[in-house]
């Protein structure tokens, strides 16, 4: 075990980075967006998502009711030898009402290759390429969009790096009820979103409910139905996937999750079925921040935490990333507010572009967890190499420049031996009623 805790300490250690004082550049607007008139079948706000085994979600909007759910696909530009149907919807939001939002699941799809592919049986060909079957991979990490100059900058960043998933770990939009800005944000990500598939979760500016008039979620589930039913969940709140050899799991803050909500039930299931041979890594997504020493939504997610952290500690979970607090921070290995070499890292990510700015204040002392703090901008990475090594990096934007910095090397806990060592204490909480 001291030998462990040894290693542990070295791989962070080594990583930490040193700033100087770095001086923040100006606020920027909320995108403005001109008037674009298409007809009324053509396809927009195109966006895809994993949907189970070699298969993906493609999503996309139509004025016309009568536009078929229809998606055209192959492997080379033009060739669509496949053919999927799927389902559609719309909603109404006092007085605005949607388009026709499409979802088609198309599959099975090989790994790792691109695919072109047409939705609606007309107008312009997308192409995307499927995530590899095994390591490496990279995800793609921001969240707490928004659509400002920021948010246009960290959009350009990530479509420079090589990537295969992006995660969001919620507040995409920042609509806040003016739903032509779900329609806006659509168009914005596009050109990222129908080539790499998105996996997102709830923040609370999906929210968006009106007492006795409009439920919570309602713009949100219907636009980006990620595949929770593939994943045994009754709720598009919170769901897993498999991707390559990891594992994720994407949680709802904004869902029930006491002891005895369906979201605890349904975490304990999942984390039942893990297979850390075939998936040695685990990873969970979530919008509130469990570790958070910025002044801002202090104390918020420890309700959750307090239910939550005694099961992800068993379940030997590697990484937790989070949105809300528009800011950076990273910790060491922690567990129940102590540095614990088989706990897992957790980073707050909030810092995609949003309208509400940055926030700047943090709490002094910094907390013994805390490795790396800091209010900008910016996008993150996480290679994982292999079954045993991952490497994530953050990248500040820098006068629409990515700049690294923080990076850290992260070894899996099954590789550590912090998993086989908790599998007791994990069958213990699964069987519990």
């Given amino acids: 075990m001291e030998l462990k805790f040894v290693l542990t300490a070295f791989v962070f250690i080594s990583a930490t980075v040193t700033i100087a004082e770095y001086?923040?550049?100006q606020p920027r607007r909320t995108l403005e967006f001109p008037w674009d008139p298409k007809p009324s079948s053509h396809p927009q706000q195109v966006h895809i998502s994993l949907a189970g085994d070699s298969h993906m979600r493609v999503t996309?909007?139509?004025?016309?009711?009568?536009?078929p759910s229809v998606v055209e696909y192959g492997t080379s530009p033009g060739g669509y030898n496949c053919i999927a149907e799927g389902e559609s919807t719309s909603y109404r939001y006092l007085f605005y009402r949607s388009g026709k939002i499409h979802h088609t699941v198309i599959g099975p799809l090989e790994h790792d290759i691109a695919y072109f592919y047409r939705c609606g049986r007309q107008g312009p060909e997308f192409e995307f390429k499927t995530p590899?079957?095994?390591f490496p991979i990279t995800f793609a990490v921001a969240g707490d969009l928004g659509q400002t100059g920021w948010t246009k900058s960290t959009l350009d960043h990530i479509g420079r790096c090589k990537y295969d998933v992006h995660l969001l770990p919620g507040d995409l939009s920042y609509a806040d009820y003016m739903q032509h800005r779900w329609d806006t944000f659509g168009e914005l990500v596009q050109p990222l979103a129908s080539a790499r598939p998105w996996m997102v979760t709830q923040g609370?500016?999906?929210?968006?409910?009106?007492?006795?008039i409009m439920d919570?979620?309602?713009?949100?589930?219907?636009?980006?139905?990620?595949?929770?039913?593939?994943?045994?969940s009754n709720s598009n709140l919170y769901y897993s996937f498999d991707v390559a050899g990891a594992h994720l799991i994407m949680l709802g803050s904004y869902a029930d999750y006491d002891e005895y909500s369906d979201q605890y039930r349904w975490l304990k299931d999942d984390l039942s079925k893990v297979d850390r041979?075939?998936?040695p890594w685990l990873l969970v997504l979530l919008h509130v921040p469990w570790y958070n020493s910025n002044e801002a939504h202090q104390g918020e997610g420890d309700g959750m935490m307090a239910v939550m952290e005694p099961l992800l500690y068993a379940a030997g979970v590697d990484l937790v990333l989070a949105g809300h607090v528009h800011a950076y921070e990273r910790s060491i290995r922690v567990n129940n507010g102590k540095p614990d070499p088989c706990g897992a890292v957790y980073i707050t990510i909030g810092d995609g572009g949003n309208k509400e700015g940055l926030a700047r204040k943090y709490k002094n002392p910094q907390p013994d967890w805390s490795v790396f703090r800091e209010a900008s901008f910016g996008h993150g990475e996480l290679k994982i190499v292999n079954s045993t090594h991952a490497f994530w990096s953050w990248h500040r934007n820098d006068d629409d420049e990515?700049?690294?910095?923080?990076?850290l090397w992260i070894t899996s806990l099954v590789s550590s031996g912090c998993v086989a060592e908790k599998s007791r204490e994990l069958r213990k909480i699964l069987m519990s009623p």
Avoid: C
Avoid at 60 to 67: L, R
Avoid at 204 to 212: G, R, V
Avoid at 402 to 407: E, K, L, T, W
């Fill in 277 to 279: 041979k075939k998936t």
């Fill in 23 to 25: 001086i923040r550049p």
């Fill in 216 to 232: 919570a979620f309602q713009s949100y589930n219907a636009r980006w139905k990620m595949p929770f039913e593939e994943s045994g």
């Fill in 402 to 407: 990515p700049v690294m910095s923080d990076q």
């Fill in 204 to 212: 609370n500016h999906e929210k968006e409910s009106i007492p006795l």
């Fill in 132 to 134: 590899p079957a095994q």
């Fill in 60 to 67: 996309w909007i139509t004025d016309d009711e009568s536009s």
